[in-house]
């Protein structure tokens, strides 16, 4: 597991602890190997303009 993949897990947990997992989550600036990792992880995205 690289460093995007445990980081994604990590805002899973929080999102699913704070039980906004479902929610989608903002995102400002982000490299796509992150991006990828977030997806992998079942966390949607949506860029903030």
């Not at 699913?16 to 995102?27: N, R």
């Not at 991006?35 to 860029?47: D, N, S, T, Y």
């Amino acid at each position: 597991m690289n460093v995007q993949d445990q980081f994604a897990q990590q805002i899973k947990k929080m999102l699913v602890h704070y039980g906004i997992d479902k929610q989608p989550l903002g995102i400002d600036l982000l490299e796509l190997p992150m991006l990828r990792a977030l997806e992998k992880a079942g966390i949607v995205g949506h860029p903030l303009l």
